[in-house]
């Protein structure tokens, strides 16, 4: 229907725009039309754009094909062509590289699937509702350990050095905050954040000369101003800014934070479609530097990334000016997301230089190094983590055991998915009923190996038929990676404490009353990726903030016992 679409719409312009047709006395109805017209050629635009961006010209494969490494070269070469059709901004000397290491990882993940995005919304959903029924299942056969967790921070802090701290991290979680900018305080105030960052705005200042270095940032310093605005920190304290912003190259600041004493490096996580390539280049490569064991590996796009950046630190020296500045303090490396990534692999690589570094990562990736290079940094690396985050859970191989489990499943249901959606819908505005974790799935034995028993699915005997064993086999053995990665540095994972309904309190009053616990947790805690509520919400940064704002709240109504 697009076809027909396209000629129509042409047909209309000529005669709206064009002197055809002549109309008096109806302004109003022509105005109407006309922009009825431009907004349906957007429309078109759009729908050609995503034709060209899903559309498979490789088209259905034989199942005996998925292996072929022919195969696989043509699936690369179609997700590089995506790529390079997405590409309107600037290339660098990395992007050929970094775009074929994300389409070979895309191309192993998707190819022969036969998935769109509403099967993996009904796969995520039928998932969530076998996880929640297992879960059901082995807390009443008491399989779950039971995690010791605390709100008590004198109990979690007693046997660390003396800068990991619940203040410090919360000090250095605002920091990494604020390293995004003006988007971030418009994101926060949408009606008055204009309004916030004019104060700090300063007109003209390309004409104007810099009292320190500020790469890339627009002629008004935009960016600098959300900087400041978020921080709380005067111009003359961001001794270094680059807010550049391409494939692998991550904007970062160098604060002198007289609060610590401590020269900061700030590292932005992920915001734009290049930090997203990035993420996807998500293969293990070699990483070698003094003080890991040999043969270590990390993620791909991560090692391009820290490399560009430890390139211009030494090309500005903007560290040796910094401790020229201030001799005393120490040097603490911080960032969120992607940016605790470079963050950890910075430190890594300086750390012979600066012994006495320390990084405060937030959300750390899943997917950073091998177990081996991971246990050196819990000496220098506190990382902070909320909930579900699925950021700190997801690397190449949970995503493939995700991938596996999603197609499997939807295989494997018996309903439409128009009706798994709707039950989806329901599920996330009033919870899985209890109904649909005990009468669906009374006739299936729920803790046990057999991949695809989930509620509305069918039985083993159709489960396990020659079709289904062909496909789960050849995606399960489809690795990307060999290699495994884990996240780094000594984890402090933040929860939630449940809260008793009450009568008469609204759900702002519960969300005040919220409480928080933390433990250290194993990076092999973090290997499996589940299908939970908040897992997008509780990576997000300003939930970070405030459970460890909160954390630091409810410190004042522990008692102090003072042993003499």
């Not at 270095?213 to 304290?237: A, R």
């Not at 699915?457 to 496909?471: F, P, T």
């Not at 009568?503 to 947790?521: N, Q, V």
């Amino acid at each position: 229907m697009l076809l027909p679409e396209i000629g129509w719409n042409v047909l209309g312009s000529l005669w709206i725009f064009g002197q055809n047709v002549e109309c008096e006395h109806e302004h109003y109805s022509i105005t109407v039309v006309e922009t009825l017209v431009l907004f349906d050629w957007i429309l078109i635009g759009l729908s050609i754009f995503g034709l060209a961006l899903v559309f498979d010209p490789i088209g259905s494969l034989e199942k005996k094909q998925l292996e072929s490494l022919v195969e696989h070269s043509k699936h690369s070469r179609l997700w590089l062509r995506r790529f390079k059709f997405l590409w309107w901004m600037r290339k660098d000397e990395k992007a050929s590289e970094t775009f074929q290491h994300a389409a070979g990882l895309l191309s192993s993940l998707f190819r022969g699937t036969d998935v769109v995005p509403s099967d993996v919304m009904a796969g995520c959903i039928l998932l969530r509702v076998q996880q929640k029924r297992e879960t059901h299942e082995l807390r009443r056969l008491n399989l779950i350990p039971r995690l010791k967790y605390t709100s008590d921070s004198t109990a979690i802090f007693s046997n660390t050095p003396n800068w990991m701290s619940l203040e410090d991290a919360h000090h250095f979680m605002q920091l990494s905050i604020a390293v995004y900018g003006w988007l971030f305080v418009l994101y926060q105030n949408i009606c008055t954040g204009c309004f916030r960052l004019i104060r700090g705005v300063t007109c003209c200042a390309c004409f104007r000369r810099k009292p320190n270095v500020i790469l890339d940032d627009n002629c008004c310093f935009c960016y600098l101003s959300g900087v400041k605005y978020l921080s709380k920190l005067p111009e003359e304290d961001i001794l270094f800014a680059s807010f550049k912003n391409h494939l692998c190259e991550i904007p970062f600041c160098v604060i002198a934070d007289h609060k610590t004493a401590s020269i900061v490096v700030v590292i932005r996580g992920s915001l734009s479609l290049r930090d997203i390539i990035t993420d996807i280049a998500a293969a293990s490569d070699s990483f070698e530097c003094p003080g890991i064991p040999p043969g270590s590996t990390a993620h791909k796009g991560m090692i391009i990334g820290v490399k560009i950046l430890l390139k211009q630190l030494k090309h500005h020296k903007v560290l040796e000016r910094a401790f020229a500045t201030y001799p005393d303090y120490n040097l603490t490396l911080t960032g969120h997301s992607l940016g605790a990534g470079l963050a950890v692999l910075l430190g890594l690589l300086i750390r012979p230089r600066y012994p006495d570094l320390r990084v405060y990562a937030f959300s750390t990736p899943a997917g950073l190094l091998s177990r081996d290079a991971a246990r050196v940094t819990e000496e220098f690396v506190l990382t902070v983590g909320l909930g579900d985050d699925l950021v700190m859970r997801m690397s190449v191989e949970s995503t493939e055991n995700l991938r596996t489990s999603l197609v499997t499943i939807l295989r494997a249901c018996r309903l439409p998915k128009y009706r798994v959606i709707l039950h989806g819908f329901g599920y996330a505005l009033f919870g899985v009923p209890e109904r649909d974790l005990t009468k669906t799935w009374a006739n299936y034995n729920i803790v046990s190996t057999i991949p695809g028993h989930s509620p509305l699915l069918v039985g083993s005997d159709i489960i396990r038929d020659e079709n289904n064993k062909i496909l789960e086999r050849d995606i399960t053995k489809r690795r990307y990676s060999k290699e495994k990665l884990f996240t780094a540095g000594r984890i402090l994972h933040i929860t939630r404490c449940k809260l008793e309904k009450t009568e008469g309190k609204s759900k702002k009053e519960l969300a005040k009353e919220r409480k928080y616990e933390m433990r250290w947790a194993r990076a092999e805690e973090f290997t499996k990726m589940s299908v939970m509520p908040r897992m997008l919400l509780d990576h997000l940064p300003e939930n970070i903030e405030r459970a460890l704002a909160t954390l630091k709240e409810q410190q004042k109504d522990i008692p102090y016992f003072f042993d003499p």
